[in-house]
Nanobody, 122 residues
């Protein structure tokens, strides 16, 4: 499975953004999918994950109440909607698959996708 993240860009603080993660060469079903982010020189950190059914989600404390992860109707796309963006949300965002939303949260990953840059200006 190859993963392609998209939707990043330059936004202002307080704006919203929706990132997409599309699968090719396979399907997301029944895999769990997660989002991570990384700032240059820092470790990659967990943002959110969703189970294969879409019924279970996890969020990093920093994103609770500001982010929503969801699975698209086409099943091969997972979205991350982020609201009230802050400059500290600036990072490269990566999507990844794993066996469960919980395992993704603990960095047990099967496949990583390439990242998409999100820059939030103050």
């Amino acid at each position: 499975v190859q993963l392609q993240a998209s939707g990043g860009g330059l936004v202002q603080a307080g704006d919203s953004l929706r990132l997409s993660c599309a699968a090719s060469g396979g399907t997301f079903t029944p895999y769990a999918v997660g989002w991570f982010r990384q700032v240059l020189g820092k470790t990659r950190e967990f943002v959110a994950s969703i189970s294969g059914s879409g019924g279970t989600t996890y969020y990093a404390d920093s994103m609770k109440g500001r982010a929503t992860i969801s699975r698209g109707n086409a099943k091969n796309t997972v979205y991350l909607r982020m609201n009230s963006l802050k400059p500290e949300d600036t990072a490269v965002y990566y999507c990844a698959t794993g066996s469960s939303a919980s395992s993704i949260r603990t960095y047990i990953i099967d496949y990583w996708g390439q990242g998409t840059q999100v820059t939030v200006s103050s």
